[in-house]
């Protein structure tokens, strides 16, 4: 679906009213007709993950070579990252699983919205997955994230929970950047920053991230080692941030290019989906079906997946419980009493005829 002039201008104008509503705002502009629609029957689940090249995408396909065991078939899907997977996952697409960033999530559930948080309310997670650490490579001028004021910072892709994940630690801090730099991949961000064009870069992803495993035949060669010499990771206090990260390292034997472990924080990453057991139609319990059986596939398989899958498997605690989210009902066997809530597309609407605050 491509979206018009009136769509962009409204996106511009919610960007301003803060990263909760633009959340809201871009899943709204997108959604054709609720991910539980009837005309998607497919025996085959959708999962949207992320990138190819990295730790969601592989573990989307790790998740999928188990549920075939169990005659579960599940299409893994690319996509721009968390925010992307959440407006799929509402949209009319075969997408009724997504891995996520918890902290993309919480931003609806701690909206003081009562449309976001009735959004969050129809989320549930199935499991929480591994965690993805925050790497801000930066010039070595800036030693503190306070440093980044008055700089040019690139925040990461549309779509990407990377930059949401910056604003928010950018809003934390009380930094304002000179240019906040987005659209931007990955790859051409770490060069910016190699190369003075950009004084800093956030992304978000598994340790060891490729992207900056590679720099360390950068360091190797003599007419680029300097290069590598003149950037570092930022450290970053997990303090102030413990509501939604945890505190974690990048050391040497990630990033062998390190002469020291580095301070920052990790996102927790979900599998979420809707909560079908809410209704009793037929496509309903079809997909309650499935996400029974994936649960069963992912807990007997867990050992396997852990020696042989992505590395990031052995972060993987089944039973942790991630902030609020509640855990899946289908996928738990758990009975509840059937919930009787609004479908997410009236929730979506009453959300914009709410007046913007001042």
């Given amino acids: 679906m491509r979206l018009n002039a009136a769509s962009w201008a409204a996106i511009r104008f919610f960007a301003t009213r803060g990263i909760i509503t633009l959340l809201v705002c871009l899943i709204a502009l997108l959604v054709d007709r609720p991910a539980w629609s009837t005309q998607h029957r497919s025996e ?15 573990f989307g396909e790790d998740i999928a070579a188990v549920a075939v ?11 721009e990252g968390a925010l992307d997977n959440l407006q799929r996952l509402a949209s009319g697409e075969n997408a009724a699983l997504a891995i996520i960033q918890a902290d993309v999530l919480g931003y609806l559930s701690w909206s003081s919205e009562p449309a976001a948080q009735q959004i969050g309310a129809q989320l549930r997670m199935i499991f929480p997955l591994h965690h993805e650490e925050v790497h801000v490579l930066a010039r070595n001028t800036i030693a503190h994230m306070t440093d980044l004021t008055g700089k040019r910072v690139i925040i990461g892709t549309q779509g990407s929970g990377t930059r949401l994940t910056a604003q928010r630690l950018l809003s934390l801090f ?26 800093a870069m956030f992304h978000v992803g598994g340790k060891p991230v490729k992207l900056f495993t590679n720099l360390q035949a950068l360091a190797a060669d003599p007419r680029y080692a300097d290069l590598i010499h003149k950037v570092h990771f930022v450290p970053l206090s997990h303090d102030r941030l413990n509501r939604f990260y945890r505190p974690a390292t990048l050391d040497p034997q990630d990033y062998n290019w390190l002469s020291e472990s580095v301070p ?9 989906s809707f909560n079908f057991a809410q209704r009793q139609n037929a496509y309903f319990q079809m997909r309650c079906a499935q996400l029974a059986t994936l649960g069963r596939a992912v807990r007997e398989h867990l050992p396997d997946l852990q020696r042989r899958g992505h590395p990031k498997w052995r972060d993987v605690d089944l039973k942790q419980r991630v902030s609020v989210w509640q855990p899946d009902p ?13 479908p997410l597309q009236q929730d979506f609407d009453r959300f914009f005829k709410t007046p913007a605050p001042q």
């Fill in 330 to 342: 289908c996928s738990q066997s758990v009975r509840r009493e059937l919930m009787q809530t609004e």
């Fill in 69 to 79: 065991r169990h005659g579960l078939r599940i299409l893994v899907k690319p996509s």
């Fill in 174 to 199: 009380d930094v304002t950047p000179a240019e906040r730099l987005s659209d931007i991949p990955p790859p051409e961000a770490v060069h910016a920053v190699l190369t003075d064009q950009a004084d």
């Fill in 264 to 272: 920052t924080i990790a996102v927790e990453t979900v599998l979420m």
């Fill in 44 to 58: 085959t689940i959708g999962m949207v993950t992320g990138v190819p090249t990295g730790t969601a995408f592989q």
